[in-house]
């Protein structure tokens, strides 16, 4: 079992920045696909970003490819999500989602599938 939490969620001004963490307890989150997921209100859940373990490649959601950065520090157990020149449209509940399995689809379609959820943090961009 892994259990997830999410932090760093908040209000912030549209251009600025943030930087969401998410820390894995249970197992070493090392040998775990993670990555990000996003669901605004009156909207589907939507992928953001993966990292896979495997070989350290990542995916980002082309709205955010060139803003957001993933990164992971295996040694803390934590993933975070720095995300810069945000927009109104990044307005959304974040949830960090982690797998030992990798299957793409299980990421690019909503998330659906995947073993492990975190609760959420809340982004709110004011434009």
């Known amino acids: 079992q892994v259990q997830l939490a999410e932090s760093g969620g908040g209000l912030v001004q549209a251009g600025g920045s943030l930087r969401l963490s998410c820390a894995a307890s249970g197992r070493p989150s090392s040998t775990y696909n993670m990555g990000w997921f996003r669901q605004a209100p009156g909207k589907e859940r939507e992928f953001v970003v993966v990292s896979k373990w495997s070989d350290g490649l990542t995916y980002y959601a082309d709205s955010v490819k060139g803003r957001f950065l993933i990164s992971r520090d295996d040694a803390k157990n934590t993933m975070y999500l720095q995300m810069n020149s945000l927009k109104a449209e990044d307005t959304a509940v974040y949830y960090c989602?982690?797998?030992?399995?990798?299957?793409?689809?299980?990421?690019?379609?909503?998330?659906?599938?995947?073993?492990?959820w975190g609760k959420g943090t809340l982004v709110t961009v004011s434009s």
């Open positions: 989602a982690a797998d030992r399995f990798w299957t793409f689809n299980n990421w690019s379609t909503g998330g659906y599938g995947l073993s492990y």
